[in-house]
């Protein structure tokens, strides 16, 4: 159909689809921005349990660890664990 041939009603129904498509563009655009925003800060975050597990003794290597195992579950506990076994030369259960 062109547009001349839209009733008042079905101009407006399709101009509120326009804007609904529209706002879900910019809800999905503002979302992945976050989500970026999110893993850097994750990312950072990473670096500095790293830099920290590098820098200190054993008894702090532990603390680290044991607080990993207190804090974290499943998926992300693994995760920790396979990087402070990584850092520590294969040592770290």
Do not use: C, P, Y
């Not at 001349?4 to 129904?13: A, D, H, M, N, V």
């Not at 994750?42 to 790293?50: H, N």
């Not at 054993?58 to 607080?67: D, V």
Request: proline share 0%; no cysteine; hydrophobic share 30%.
């Amino acid at each position: 159909m062109e547009e001349k041939e839209l009733t008042t009603e079905e101009k407006r129904l399709k101009k509120i689809a326009q804007l609904k498509a529209r706002l879900q563009k910019e809800e999905a655009r503002l979302a992945d921005s976050e989500r970026k925003k999110r893993t850097g800060q994750l990312i950072s975050w990473g670096v500095m349990v790293e830099e920290i597990f590098k820098s200190t003794d054993e008894a702090g290597r532990q603390r680290l660890i044991e607080s990993a195992k207190k804090h974290l579950k499943e998926r992300n506990l693994q995760r920790a664990l396979e990087g402070f076994s990584r850092l520590d030369g294969g040592g770290v259960s």
